[in-house]
C-alpha cells in the first residue's frame, strides 16, 4: 500500500499493489527520480516500478538464493543500485 501525505484522506491508501508473490522487506525510492521505486521481497525477487504506473513492474531481477532485505540505490549513479538478503551475497546491479 501507498500513502500519499498530501491528501487530506489519510485513513485511505492511494494506491494498492500486488508487488511480488510474498511479503515486500524493503523499498527503496531512487535519489534521481521522483517516480522510481525499487522493492525487495521475500519471494527472492527486486522489482523496478514507475510510481505514475504501478499497474505493470518496469522490471523484475531475480538472482537472490533467498530472501531480499536490503536494497539501496548508488547516490553517484542514476542506474546502479545493490541488494542483499538472507543468502548472504550483495548484488549489485546497473540498468
Avoid at 531480499?68 to 542506474?79: G, K, L, V, Y
Amino acid at each position: 500500500m501507498i500513502w500519499d501525505t498530501r491528501s487530506n484522506n489519510y485513513g485511505k491508501a492511494s494506491h494498492i499493489v500486488d508487488a511480488h508473490a510474498a511479503e515486500v522487506n524493503c523499498i527503496a525510492f531512487n535519489p534521481f527520480s521522483e517516480y522510481v521505486l525499487l522493492t525487495g521481497s521475500a519471494d527472492k525477487t527486486l522489482a523496478l516500478w514507475d510510481l505514475r504506473n504501478l499497474k505493470v513492474k518496469l522490471a523484475t531481477f531475480e538472482s537472490h538464493k533467498d530472501e531480499i532485505f536490503q536494497a539501496q540505490w548508488s547516490p553517484q549513479n542514476e542506474t546502479i543500485f545493490a541488494s542483499s538478503g538472507s543468502d548472504r551475497r550483495l548484488h549489485i546491479w546497473d540498468l
